[in-house]
């Protein structure tokens, strides 16, 4: 049978002084670094969350920023293109221009040639007429 005495008194009280004693050096400091462990644990989750949401925010930025900077490009390309056209346009009209005044003038300058030709014949044409009647008539003709 277990018996009672005044041991069992002694057991209890080693029992809850043990228990103070492991509780105040071993149970506190141990959830205290639980504690602090989660707290850190929290703030570098809060963190990164932070972070996460200004790399989203920067990335959304950058991305806004690409998209019109290749919407400036486009448009500057297409300007670009279109002065280009404009540009190469009056440059052939300037260039058809300058062909009709070339072959205008061509022109004039070949009716000039053919008009001094048509009279240098003529006058050649009359004076060799007149060679010819002089060699067949014998005498001077003039």
């Known amino acids: 049978m277990v018996s009672i005495d005044y041991s069992v008194f002694f057991q209890v009280a080693n029992f809850l002084v043990l228990l103070i004693i ?20 929290g703030a570098a989750d809060q963190e990164c969350r932070q972070l996460e949401a200004d790399l989203a925010k920067r990335t959304a930025d950058y991305e806004a920023r690409l998209h019109q900077a290749r919407i400036d490009a486009t448009e500057v390309r297409c300007n670009l293109v279109r002065e280009g056209t404009e540009a190469a346009a009056r440059a052939k009209e300037a260039l058809n221009r300058e062909v009709l005044d070339i072959s205008a003038e061509f022109e004039r300058n070949l009716l000039d040639e053919l008009d001094r ?22 005498r001077s003709i003039q």
């Open 22 to 41: 492991l509780n105040l050096l071993l149970y506190k400091p141990i959830l205290k670094a639980l504690n602090e462990r989660s707290r850190k644990i």
């Open 117 to 138: 030709g048509r009279e240098t014949m003529t006058r050649q044409a009359e004076r060799i007429s007149v060679e010819i009647a002089e060699r067949l008539l014998g």
